[in-house]
Structure formats: structure tokens, C-alpha cells
């Protein structure tokens, strides 16, 4: 049974930092695309960042250069480090995951198979 659950999140003055963690179980996270989402209360979910199979990642704009995506194969786990938080950045996260090594569709919802439940990111200005 794939499972895919977050931890990490909390509420942090703005510019602060933070280290969300998806620990992945029932498949190989390293060889497959997996994806942090965040949703906004009163938008869609929205892509953040991927990685895929082959360590490739991509970042929303709003993002770039702020937050890092990674992967720890010995604890099969994919990290998203949030830095320089903006109030704005509130949301709930979510990891995702397709059945692919690479990420099909990129940030689009329909291509992703796997949910985790969310973590929440508050950030305070």
C-alpha cells in the first residue's frame, strides 16, 4: 500500500525557515516523480516543486530560488526546504506522487496518483 505522509510544518515569523518532510512507503520515492503542492483556502492547489526519477526538479516561479526540493534515498523521504517565507507562502502542503519516473504534466493534479493529508505552513509578518 503506497502511503505518503508530511511532517514539518508550523508557523514561522516571516523570512524565517522551514524543512517539510514526505515520507514515502509502498514504492521507491528515487525512482519516481514525486511533487509538493500547497492550497491556498480560497484558490486551487497549486504546484511548488517536483523531482523525478533521475533527480531533475522544476519550481513554481513564486518559489525560485527560496524553496529547495531534495531526496534522501536511504530514508526514502523527499524534503522541500522553505526559506525566506513569506505570508503569503501560508497554505496547507501536500507531497504527491506519479507512477513514473518522470513527472508527467509537471504540475498538473490529474497526473498525480499518490496524496499525502497536508502539513500546514503559517507564516506571520
Known amino acids: 500500500q503506497v502511503q505518503l505522509v508530511e511532517s514539518g510544518g508550523g508557523s514561522v515569523q516571516a523570512g524565517g525557515s522551514l524543512r517539510l518532510s514526505c515520507a514515502v512507503s509502498?514504492?521507491?520515492?528515487?525512482?519516481?516523480?514525486v511533487g509538493w503542492f500547497r492550497h491556498f483556502l480560497d484558490k486551487e492547489r497549486e504546484g511548488v516543486a517536483v523531482?523525478?526519477?533521475?533527480?531533475?526538479?522544476a519550481y513554481a516561479d513564486s518559489v525560485k530560488g527560496r524553496f529547495t526540493v531534495s531526496q534522501d534515498k536511504a530514508k526514502n523521504t523527499v524534503y522541500l526546504q522553505l526559506t525566506d517565507l513569506k505570508p503569503e507562502d501560508t497554505a496547507m502542503y501536500y507531497c504527491?506522487?506519479?507512477?513514473?519516473?518522470?513527472?508527467?504534466?509537471?504540475?498538473?493534479?490529474?497526473?498525480?496518483?499518490?496524496w499525502g493529508q497536508g502539513t500546514q505552513v503559517t507564516v506571520a509578518s
Open positions: 504527491a506522487a506519479q507512477d513514473n519516473i518522470y513527472c508527467r504534466g509537471l504540475f498538473h493534479l490529474a497526473y498525480y496518483d499518490y
Open positions: 509502498g514504492f521507491t520515492a528515487a525512482n519516481k516523480c
Open positions: 523531482v523525478d526519477g533521475f533527480t531533475n526538479t
